[in-house]
């Protein structure tokens, strides 16, 4: 498990580096949306990965605090996919509304020749 949430997490981060150093400000977009989700999985692989832990409290009330997952990346995470979700719309809508002023979408405003 540990090792596939690290290899998702390295692909997510290449490949958002990649798009964020490509020349177009669509690439641009997807590639920090990417570096955002590699990002959040990070933060919640840091709540200890527990598969059939509860999240909270056992079956019978309280129980030992150190089988129980951690509640507080979960939500930070939750946070951060909203907001992430909201920026991503404010640039998409810049995006457009650039495209149209400058008529390309190069990040430096011009084609290359």
Do not use: C, K
């Not at 990965?49 to 509860?54: D, F, H, I, K, Y």
């Not at 640039?91 to 405003?109: E, K, M, P």
């Amino acid at each position: 498990m540990e090792l596939t949430l690290a290899i998702a997490i390295g692909v997510l981060t290449g490949s958002g580096v990649w798009l964020v150093l490509r020349p177009r400000t669509y690439q641009l977009v997807i590639g920090l949306s990417l570096l955002a989700y590699a990002v959040n999985l990070f933060i919640f692989s840091m709540g200890r990965l527990r598969v059939g832990a509860a999240p909270v409290l056992g079956p019978g009330g309280a129980g030992d605090p150190a089988a129980l997952a951690d509640p507080v990346p979960q939500a930070l995470v939750l946070t951060a996919i909203v907001i992430g979700f909201a920026t991503t719309a404010l640039l998409l809508v810049v995006l457009l509304v650039a495209r149209g002023l400058t008529r390309n979408d190069h990040v430096d405003g011009r084609e290359p020749n």
